[in-house]
């Protein structure tokens, strides 16, 4: 079927593979090796995944398969990404993307802006980039000041991923601990990092009160701290021209000022040499 599709379609550039359910009422009392079922099966998908992917090396595939239990370490070896939940909305996904990376890398996890949840598109921008950042929207019908956003974000996007994709991940505030989360990525080399830091709870005064404590920077080091993704029209809070230690940022910590006006602060970290 696959071979199908390209030979009729040589221009396909993605590939979605779907796994939906697992198979129900698979059990026979006649047949022999029953324990075995779905070790064969999907011993049996791999061998094609296999197939597929020997023969298209270079084509991205991404696997939406959460909800089938196909989202597994071997399975790595053949897709780009896998697709971990069809809940989109922003804030539940802050919490999947939390409990999802402890397991999978940043990479792998296809992290898309939709329509879900009542967040601006600045949150739901935000939460996405901590991933394989991708648009299910229909970004010619949006507002013209949404529109810049998604393009300034996608800019800032491309110069951070390579950080987010294969940097050093750090938990800085759990989700299910507070009112705010706080997620790290600091480059191999500690020159440069990206935080993202998102309200998770928006009773009355709720937000950062105190500095947020940073790992992985290298405490010999200068760094400068600048908010990006800031959506047209508003300004930060943040002083940009200010110049902190690594070894400061992580004893002291940086509060990103996350509040109910500044409901997702995403805050770029270069080194100053």
């Known amino acids: 079927v696959v071979d199908d599709l390209f030979t009729k379609n040589p221009s396909l550039a993605y590939i979605k593979w779907d796994c939906n359910a697992v198979i129900y009422n698979a059990y026979s009392s006649h047949l ?86 009542k967040q601006p598109i600045k949150f739901r921008t935000d939460v996405a980039m901590m991933g394989k950042l991708g648009f299910d929207i229909v970004v010619s019908k949006l507002p013209e000041n949404d529109l810049k956003f998604c393009q300034l974000a996608i800019k800032n996007y491309n110069e951070l991923k390579k950080t987010i994709w294969q940097g050093e991940q750090y938990r800085l505030a759990n989700p299910s601990e507070g009112s705010v989360a706080s997620m790290l990525y600091v480059s191999n080399d500690q020159s440069a990092a990206v935080s993202f830091n998102y309200l998770v709870n928006n009773r009355y005064d709720e937000g950062s009160k105190l500095p947020i404590k940073m790992q992985g920077l290298n405490s010999e080091k200068r760094y400068r701290l600048k908010e990006i993704n800031l959506y047209p029209g508003t300004n930060s809070t943040l002083n940009s021209s200010m110049v902190y230690s690594g070894d400061f940022l992580m004893k002291v910590g940086f509060n990103p000022n996350v509040k109910s006006d500044r409901t997702s602060v995403v805050i770029k970290i270069e080194e100053v040499k």
């Not at 011993?43 to 959460?66: D, F, N, Q, T, W």
């Not at 053949?78 to 990376?101: A, V």
């Open 32 to 117: 022999k090796d029953q324990a075995a079922f779905y070790i064969q099966y999907v011993e049996g998908l791999y061998k094609v995944l296999e197939r597929i992917r020997a023969k298209y090396p270079k084509v991205p595939m991404m696997l939406c398969s959460g909800g089938g239990g196909r989202v597994d370490y071997a399975a790595l070896k053949y897709f780009t990404e896998f697709w971990p939940s069809d809940n989109t909305d922003p804030m539940e996904r802050i919490f999947i993307q939390w409990e999802y990376s402890y397991f999978y890398p940043s990479i792998a996890s296809s992290n898309h802006v939709t329509d879900w949840g």
